[in-house]
């Protein structure tokens, strides 16, 4: 009752806090002001939007498969593998940003890579990818349903000096966000956990994409600095 009526208090003063830390221990959640709006991002659940993993931590449950996992199939994608899913959520996302980037380039969206199992992630860990660029079997992201590869999983260098490429991921800088998406590794090994990876792309929702984009902030980064555990 103390926490509201202090919450109330600052609404009804019309006083602005801006990302203001609250723990909610018995839930795993974390709280955060932006406004006189409390946003709660669950970082714990492995359905969760904002499911959290790094080469650290892991999904909850090794053998995870997200439940609305839909093929990629629409007109203005490319599925390379031609039997890629992910969850209805990030579909009903990508959708709406290959539209925009066909009407933009005249090109569809290729996806080299979408939910990937544990046991998929494990064959191309025991094909020898370092654990720098290739995450373990159950602490990927491409887990949650939620990560797409796009063009061509290569190297920095390579979509800074490919022209096209480059032009694309620009395109993406400037337009993830109302979509949803995130670049989660952006500033290498000693932040990210991972090398930079221009074609890995993470839904987590509109409002903290954008956020995200406002702080300059890599989702590696917000987690850090939110996560009370």
Request: aromatic share 20%; proline share 1%.
């Amino acid at each position: 009752m103390i926490v509201w009526s202090i919450v109330l208090f600052f609404y009804s003063c019309n006083i602005w806090i801006d990302e203001k830390i609250v723990l909610v221990p018995e839930i795993k959640k974390v709280s955060i002001w932006s406004g006189s709006i409390i946003e709660k991002y669950d970082f714990e659940k492995d359905t969760s939007i904002t499911k959290y993993v790094d080469n650290k931590i892991s999904f909850n449950d090794k053998n995870y498969i997200p439940e609305t996992l839909l093929q990629l199939k629409w007109e203005y994608l490319i599925d390379t593998k031609n039997n890629q899913k992910v969850r209805k959520i990030t579909l009903e996302n990508i959708n709406k940003l290959s539209e925009n980037f066909y009407n933009t380039f005249w090109e569809k969206l290729k996806i080299i890579s979408a939910y990937r199992s544990y046991n998929y992630q494990k064959g191309i860990k025991d094909r020898g990818c370092s654990d720098a660029f290739c995450a373990k079997a159950w602490f990927s992201e491409h887990q949650s349903g939620l990560a797409i590869d796009l063009w061509e999983a290569t190297n920095e260098d390579r979509f800074k000096d490919d022209e096209e490429l480059k032009t694309y991921f620009d395109w993406m800088k400037d337009n993830w966000n109302k979509y949803g998406f995130t670049n989660t590794y952006q500033k290498w090994v000693e932040i990210d956990w991972y090398e930079v990876e221009p074609w890995h792309w993470r839904y987590v929702w509109i409002k903290l994409a954008t956020s995200l984009k406002k702080q300059k902030l890599t989702f590696v980064e917000f987690y850090y600095k939110n996560n009370f555990k």
